[in-house]
């Protein structure tokens, strides 16, 4: 028997939800294919992708640190299990790529073994994956990635999530400018402590980004799709981030931001055209290469 497990990348934060709202796109993703192997243990056997930078031993690589925490939790680590990772979106690109690989791993290891466990409840052995490759623990990307859709997180230490419905015409456009931005150093640049007026302009966005989506109030996404705490930090490691954000903007996008720890950026709107629109705009400011390749359309 074999599992093939495809695992989306993710926008996180979403502008104004720092660590805590993130939400999945239809490509690119990463794949895991895992089958049973009279060896015990888990054995990765092949990586592609990845130009030799990941690390073939299980407990070093993100997605086998996933499948041995979940398989040590269910008491199955003798179990004897062949993993094939297929890396199909870049490293340090804003779009979550540990994390999918992160949640392909435990995803596919739970299949594998006749489903023990729900989607929500693999949720923490995913983040243990992630966590090992960027140190810090946060679900807005490996949450989306496992349930799909908007996830909010009230609570990244207690796991409290809520997924919430995406409005019906609401379209992603995300772009990924050809360069690497380490997570760990984007989240370093950021100040540990900020004043009481960005934290307030910060909640009454997020609330606002909540009940806009909530209520198909486009109006009010757009209003509240603001982050005043990590994107005017973050914003110069992205070369040409106001210019693609008033292209964006000029283009008819609902807001715009960085996605994740960047340099991905992301648009969201109303529409398909407008997305594809959108997304043309923001890449011609990047000289990315034409949409499916450092260019994604995709409903959310
Ligand atoms: N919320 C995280 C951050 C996402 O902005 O650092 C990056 O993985």
């Given at each position: 028997q074999e599992v093939r497990v495809f695992a989306p990348a993710t926008v996180a934060n979403v502008a104004c939800g720092y660590d805590v709202l993130g939400f999945a796109i239809d490509s690119p993703g990463d794949e895991i294919v895992v089958r049973h192997c009279s060896k015990p243990g888990l054995h990765i056997t092949a990586i592609t992708g990845d130009e030799g930078k990941l690390p073939k031993a299980a407990e070093k690589n993100t997605a086998g640190v996933a499948a041995l925490d979940l398989l040590r939790h269910l008491g199955m680590t003798d179990r004897g299990i062949e993993m094939e990772i297929h890396k199909k979106m870049p490293f340090g690109s804003g779009l979550g790529s540990s994390a999918a690989s992160a949640v392909a791993g435990a995803y596919a290891v739970n299949c594998l073994i006749g489903q023990p466990l729900t989607k929500k409840q693999i949720l923490p052995f995913a983040m243990a994956g992630e966590a090992s490759a960027d140190g810090a623990w946060h679900a807005d990307n490996v949450a989306p990635c496992l349930l799909g859709g908007i996830v909010f997180i009230r609570s990244n230490e207690e796991l409290d999530i809520a997924q919430i419905a995406p409005p019906k015409d609401l379209w992603a456009a995300v772009v990924h400018p050809d360069i690497e931005v380490l997570t760990k150093v984007a989240r370093e640049i950021l100040p540990k402590e900020i004043p009481l007026l960005n934290a307030t302009q910060q909640i009454g966005n997020l609330g606002g980004l909540l009940c806009g989506l909530i209520q198909e109030d486009y109006g009010l996404i757009s209003r509240s799709l603001?982050?005043?705490?990590?994107e005017p930090r973050r914003q110069k490691l992205i070369p040409d981030f106001y210019k693609a954000k008033h292209a964006a903007i000029n283009s008819g996008a609902l807001g715009f931001s960085i996605s994740g720890a960047g340099p991905s950026v992301f648009a969201l709107c109303e529409g398909e055209e407008s997305a594809h629109r959108v997304a043309k705009a923001i890449a011609r400011v990047f000289d990315a290469v034409p949409l499916g390749n450092q260019a994604y359309v995709s409903r959310i």
């Open positions: 603001h982050d005043v705490i990590a």
